[in-house]
């Protein structure tokens, strides 16, 4: 079976534009969740969508959507980007929830000039 | 809210075994191990749902200690493949839907 995939694999944006991230998780997983890693840092949590509703937030400006499609696809936009949103983000599915065992994807590099 | 890791970072010889520590103020839900080498995504090794729970994965294990908020992930006659940065990723009882991961340990197994 296919793992977590995510595109694009790498992404230049220049301040204020917006970026559309999109992750597809494992067959069968109805769960994503989306995380953002600067280097150096553990995964910092954006969002969790289950069942296509969401079901978590972390503390991050409205700047950051997301929304989970009826075949579980997800996407995360970041809108007026800053340079601070440099980053990988990236996502991970799981069966039912964010509390169940989660895997990860490749994730996307962005970078922000 | 951010779990705390201890230590920071260890170097190891092969061989040698380690113990990484995770701690939360509140009550813990679940607790998540993933190892992360540089460049990749991290990959999951265990969670655990019950305090007082152990589980194994080849020689590295990892308890659950309900009362004190805390898991230690132990690694045991360590290989050089075992280099990489350890998170614990915790989910409070409060907000079991939401990980928050840890900073990570570094661990560098040298020959």
């Known amino acids: 079976d296919a793992g977590v995939t995510q595109s694009p694999t790498h992404l230049i944006k220049t301040r204020g534009q917006h970026v559309t991230l999109r992750c597809s998780p494992i067959?069968?997983?109805?769960?994503v969740s989306w995380y953002q890693q600067v280097l150096g840092q553990g995964p910092q949590f954006i969002f969790q969508?289950?069942?296509?509703?969401?079901?978590g937030r972390g503390n991050f400006p409205d700047r950051f959507s997301a929304r989970q499609f009826p075949n579980y696809s997800s996407e995360l936009n970041v809108n007026a980007l800053l340079l601070g949103d440099s980053a990988l983000y990236l996502c991970?599915?799981?069966?039912?929830?964010?509390?169940?065992?989660?895997?990860f994807g490749p994730g996307t590099r962005l970078t922000v000039l | 809210q951010q779990p705390v890791q201890s230590p920071q970072a260890v170097i190891l010889r092969e061989g040698e075994d380690a113990v990484i520590n995770c701690s939360s103020s509140?009550?813990?839900?679940?607790v998540h191990w993933y190892r992360q080498k540089h460049g990749e995504a991290p990959v999951f090794l265990m969670i655990l749902l019950k305090g007082g729970e152990q589980k194994g994965h080849e020689k590295i294990s990892a308890s659950f200690n309900e009362k004190k908020q805390q898991s230690s992930l132990y690694l045991t006659a360590s290989q050089l493949s075992y280099s990489g940065t350890y998170f614990c990723?915790?989910?409070?009882?409060?907000?079991?839907?939401?990980?928050?991961f840890g900073p990570g340990t570094s661990l560098s197994v040298i020959p």
């Open positions: 990723g915790t989910a409070l009882k409060t907000s079991y839907d939401k990980v928050i």
């Open positions: 991970a599915s799981s069966l039912d929830g964010a509390a169940d065992t989660q895997y």
């Open positions: 067959s069968g997983h109805k769960s």
């Open positions: 509140k009550a813990l839900y679940s």
């Open positions: 969508y289950y069942e296509k509703e969401e079901r």
